[in-house]
C-alpha cells in the first residue's frame, strides 16, 4: 500500500504536471486562454482553437509527456540497480547509442516504425557492450560509467559520420535527433512507445517489491526472498526497453534521466524506490523545458535537449563537486 | 642548467630508441599526408611534386592545401599532446584530457562567442580561445582542490563531461541565434585541420613558443611533485607557482591547437598515454616523447579522415573520438589506474 508521504508526492507532481500540460497547451505563438484550452479538450471550442489546442499542440506535448516519464524511469531504474544515482542512461551512453541507430534507420531505411526498433536495438548494444566492460562488477562501480562514456563518445562519433555522409535532406531530418527536440516525433514511435511505457509501467508495480529490496546488501535482498539475477536483468531490460523508445521519440535528452529520479526520491518516502513520482517528474520537466524551448525566445524554437542541458548541468555539476564523504561511484 | 636534460646515461639511452622510432614514424606519416588526400590526385603524382616536378595542379594541391594542412596538424598535435601530459602528470589523474576535462569546450564556447560578435581576424581568434581554454583549466583546478575529488579519477572526468555538454549546449544556443555565426561555427567546431589559413598558424606560433620554454622551466619541478607536494617542497620547489605556471601553460596549449583545429577531444588522452608507455613514469621523459608522438597521431588521424571516406572527408574530430574512445575503455579495462 503507497503510504501518505508518497500519496501527497505524487498528487502534488500530478497537480504540477496538469498545470505544465495546460501552461504548454495555451501559450506560443497564438495564445489561448486556460478556460479555451479545457473547453477545445472536452470538444467544445471554436474550430480555430480547437485545431491550436488539438491539431497543433496535444500531439507534442503527449509526445513530451510520455518520453519524460519513459526516461526519468529508466533513469530511476538504472540507478537503484547500479546502487549509484549517476549511473543514468544518459551517462552511460545508452542514450547516443540508441541516437547513432535511430539516425542510421532515417539516413537508411526510412520506414516510419524502424526508428523505435533501431533505437532499442542501440540502446541494448551499448548496455551489454558497457556491461561486458565493465567485467565482474556489473553495472556497480565505476568502471561501468567510464566505459559507458567512452561507448557515448564512439556513438556520438559514429552519428556526425553519419549525417555528414549523406544528403542534405536526409541529415536534416536525422539531424533532431542529435540535440533532442520533439520536433520530429512520428505518429508511430509516440504509439509505440505508449505502450511500451503502459506495459514497462505494470511490470515495475509487479515487481516493485523485489526492486525496493535491491537497495540492502546482496545478502539481505536474498535473504528477503529476492531472486537477485532475475530481478537485475529484467529491470536492466526494461530500462532499456525505455530508454530506447523514448529516444526515438525525442532523441537523446539528457540529464531528465537524472534529475526526476533526484527530485522524486527528495519527496517520497525513503527506502522505496520511487518510480511513480519519478516518472510524473520526468513528464512535468519535458512539458515544462518543451514550452521553456518554445516561448522563451519565440519565434526562435530552441530544442529541448538544449534546455535540459542548460538547466541540468549546473545541478549535476554541483553533485559532482560537492565535498561529501557518500561515495558516489 | 638545462631542466630538460636526462639524469643519468643510462636513461638516455633507454629513451633514445623510442625517440627515433617515434621521429622516423613521424616522419613517413608526413610523407604520406603529402601524398594522399581526398581528391583526385593520385599518391604518384603528389610524388613527382615531392620530386621537384609534376603538374601545375598537383603541385597547386599539394604546396597550397596539404602542405599547409600538414603543418598545422604537428602543430596541433604537439600542442595537444604536451598539454595532455601536463594537465595528467599534474592532476594525478591519467584520465585527465583537456577534451574530457572541458578545456577545449570552455575555449570553442569562447570563440563561438567572439564569431558572434563579428571576431574574424586571427589574432583575436586565438587570442579568445587561449582566454576559454584558461577559463576552463581554472575551472578543472577549483575541481580538483575541492576535497576528494582529487583522488576520484571518474568524479573528475565526469564532471568535465558535464561541463562540455553544458557549453556545448550553451554554443547551440548562440548558433540557433544567429544564421551567419552559425554557418562560420559549424565549419569550425567539428574539429578539422583543411582549409585552415596559415595566418591562424602565425598568430598562435608565439605562445606555442612561450609555452615550449614555460615547459621547459616547469619539467624539473613538475618530476619533483611526482613525489609528493612535501618532497617537492623540500628538494625546494613551489609547488603552487609551479602548479599557475602549468596551468598558464595547459591554457596557452589547448587555446592555441583550438584557435587551429577546432575543439579535439581524446587527442591529449591518447598521446601521453601511448608516450607513457614507452617512456615509463618520468614526466619529463614522457614529454620528450609527446613531441614526435603527438603531431603522428593527429596526422595518421587526418590521413584516416581523408582516405575513409574519399571523395568526401570525414572530420577529423569524429576520426579522434573513434580512436580515441577505446583507448579511454582500455586504460579503464585495465584494472588498476596508472599510478601518476
Given at each position: 500500500m503507497p503510504d501518505k508521504r508518497t500519496t501527497l508526492a505524487n498528487s502534488s507532481l500530478l497537480v504540477l504536471l496538469l498545470l505544465a500540460v495546460i501552461t504548454s497547451l495555451s501559450m506560443g505563438t497564438v495564445q489561448v486562454p486556460p478556460p479555451d484550452v479545457l473547453q477545445a479538450l472536452m470538444g467544445n471550442a471554436d474550430p480555430m482553437t480547437a485545431f491550436v489546442v488539438n491539431e497543433l499542440r496535444l500531439s507534442r506535448v503527449v509526445a513530451g509527456l510520455l518520453s519524460g516519464a519513459a526516461l526519468a524511469m529508466a533513469g530511476c531504474l538504472m540507478q537503484t540497480l547500479a546502487r549509484?544515482?549517476?549511473?543514468?542512461p544518459g551517462i552511460i551512453g545508452i542514450d547516443n547509442a540508441a541516437t547513432a541507430f535511430a539516425v542510421a534507420s532515417v539516413v537508411g531505411?526510412?520506414?516510419?516504425?524502424a526508428p523505435s526498433a533501431m533505437a532499442l536495438a542501440g540502446a541494448a548494444c551499448a548496455t551489454a557492450i558497457a556491461f561486458g566492460l565493465a567485467g565482474a562488477n556489473g553495472t556497480r562501480g565505476y568502471r561501468f560509467i567510464v566505459a559507458g562514456i567512452g561507448i557515448g563518445a564512439i556513438a556520438g562519433a559514429v552519428t556526425q559520420v553519419m549525417l555528414s555522409r549523406v544528403a542534405i535532406d536526409a541529415a536534416n531530418a536525422a539531424y533532431p535527433w542529435t540535440v533532442g527536440?520533439?520536433?520530429?516525433?512520428s505518429g508511430n514511435s509516440v504509439l509505440v512507445l505508449a505502450i511500451g511505457l503502459a506495459a514497462g509501467y505494470a511490470i515495475l508495480m509487479l515487481i516493485s517489491r523485489a526492486l525496493n529490496t535491491l537497495q540492502f546488501s546482496d545478502a539481505v535482498a536474498i535473504a528477503l526472498g529476492t531472486r537477485l539475477k532475475a530481478t537485475r536483468i529484467l529491470g536492466l531490460a526494461l530500462s532499456v526497453l525505455l530508454t530506447g523508445l523514448a529516444v526515438s521519440v525525442?532523441?537523446?535528452?539528457?540529464l531528465i534521466a537524472l534529475l526526476a529520479p533526484e527530485l522524486a526520491r527528495t519527496i517520497c518516502r525513503p527506502g522505496k524506490v520511487p518510480l511513480t513520482a519519478s516518472a510524473l517528474a520526468g513528464a512535468t520537466f519535458m512539458v515544462a523545458a518543451d514550452l521553456l524551448g518554445r516561448t522563451l525566445f519565440s519565434p526562435l524554437e530552441i530544442p529541448v535537449g538544449i534546455i535540459t542541458a542548460i538547466v541540468g548541468s549546473p545541478y549535476l555539476l554541483w553533485i559532482l563537486l560537492k565535498p561529501s564523504r557518500r561515495s558516489l561511484t | 642548467m638545462n631542466a630538460l636534460s636526462p639524469t643519468s646515461a643510462v636513461a638516455s639511452r633507454a629513451l633514445s630508441l623510442p625517440l627515433i622510432a617515434a621521429g622516423l614514424l613521424l616522419f613517413l606519416i608526413i610523407i604520406a599526408s603529402l601524398l594522399?588526400?581526398?581528391?583526385?590526385?593520385s599518391a604518384s603524382e603528389a610524388f613527382m611534386v615531392l620530386a621537384g616536378s609534376g603538374s601545375e595542379e598537383a603541385r597547386f594541391v599539394v604546396s597550397e592545401l596539404r602542405l599547409p594542412r600538414t603543418i598545422i596538424g604537428l602543430v596541433t598535435g604537439l600542442a595537444l599532446g604536451l598539454a595532455g601530459a601536463l594537465l595528467q602528470s599534474m592532476t594525478r589523474n591519467?584520465?585527465?584530457e583537456p577534451g574530457l576535462l572541458g578545456v577545449s569546450a570552455g575555449s570553442g564556447f569562447a570563440v563561438a562567442l567572439a564569431i558572434l560578435f563579428g571576431a574574424s581576424t586571427a589574432t583575436l581568434t586565438s587570442f579568445v580561445a587561449q582566454l576559454g581554454a584558461l577559463a576552463g583549466c581554472a575551472l578543472v583546478i577549483a575541481a580538483t582542490r575541492v576535497q576528494g575529488l582529487g583522488n576520484d579519477p571518474v568524479r573528475l572526468i565526469l564532471a568535465g563531461a558535464t561541463l562540455t555538454g553544458l557549453l556545448l549546449a550553451l554554443t547551440s544556443m548562440l548558433m540557433l541565434m544567429d544564421q551567419r555565426a552559425a554557418d562560420e561555427i559549424r565549419f569550425w567546431i567539428?574539429?578539422?585541420?583543411?582549409?585552415?589559413?596559415?595566418s591562424m598558424l602565425q598568430a598562435t606560433l608565439p605562445s606555442i613558443l612561450a609555452a615550449l620554454i614555460l615547459i621547459v622551466i616547469v619539467a624539473r619541478p613538475l618530476a619533483a611533485m611526482a613525489l609528493g607536494e612535501k618532497a617537492a617542497v623540500g628538494l625546494g620547489h613551489h609547488p603552487g607557482r609551479i602548479r599557475f605556471l602549468i596551468v598558464l601553460t595547459v591554457a596557452l596549449l589547448v587555446g592555441s591547437a583550438t584557435a587551429l583545429a577546432g575543439p579535439l577531444i581524446f587527442v591529449g588522452l591518447v598521446v601521453p598515454f601511448i608516450a607513457r608507455a614507452f617512456a615509463g613514469p618520468d614526466i619529463r621523459k614522457t614529454l620528450w616523447l609527446c613531441v614526435p608522438v603527438g603531431p603522428a597521431v593527429v596526422l595518421a588521424a587526418d590521413v584516416v579522415s581523408r582516405l575513409i571516406a574519399a571523395p568526401a572527408e570525414l572530420p577529423l574530430g569524429v576520426v579522434t573520438a573513434l580512436i580515441g574512445a577505446p583507448v579511454l575503455l582500455a586504460i579503464v579495462r585495465a584494472g588498476r589506474m596508472p599510478s601518476l
Open positions: 549509484n544515482r549517476l549511473a543514468t531505411v526510412g520506414l516510419s516504425l527536440s520533439l520536433n520530429a516525433r525525442c532523441g537523446p535528452v539528457g | 594522399y588526400g581526398a581528391g583526385p590526385i591519467p584520465l585527465a567539428t574539429g578539422s585541420i583543411a582549409g585552415k589559413p596559415l
